[in-house]
């Protein structure tokens, strides 16, 4: 069981920055691909970005590719998300989750079985 803590959410200008962070602890780290989804109010849960364990294979949602990036550093048991231009719809609860032995490229929730609390990420216009 790994057990995930996300942070960096907060309010930011349409166009401006945010890198969020999810600090992992638990299992081994390098077990688990990593996922962020986010849920914006009244709306399912959406896959935004995923990465393998060893981070040499990335997959976004195509609202995001080319703006978000996704990193992870096994040494510090981290994952992050690098947000650029960032756009009022990209308003919403930023959720880190975890599969054991996963590839990263799953955009499905119930494949992570392990998530964090959540972030808020407000854009404001």
């Known amino acids: 069981q790994v057990q995930l803590v996300e942070s960096g959410g907060g309010l930011v200008q349409a166009g401006g920055s945010l890198t969020l962070s999810c600090a992992a602890s638990g299992r081994t780290f390098s077990s688990y691909a990593m996922a962020w989804f986010r849920q914006a109010p009244g709306k399912e849960r959406e896959f935004v970005a995923g990465?393998?364990?060893?981070?040499?294979?990335?997959s976004y949602a195509d609202s995001v590719k080319g703006r978000f990036t996704i990193s992870r550093d096994n040494a510090k048991n981290t994952v992050y998300l690098q947000m650029n231009s960032l756009k009022l719809e990209d308003t919403a609860l930023y959720y880190c989750?975890?599969?054991?032995?996963?590839?990263?490229?799953?955009?499905?929730?119930?494949?992570?079985?392990?998530w964090g609390q959540g972030t808020r990420v407000t854009v404001s216009s």
């Open positions: 989750a975890a599969d054991l032995y996963g590839s990263g490229s799953q955009r499905v929730r119930n494949s992570y079985a392990n």
């Open positions: 990465i393998s364990r060893y981070g040499g294979t990335t």
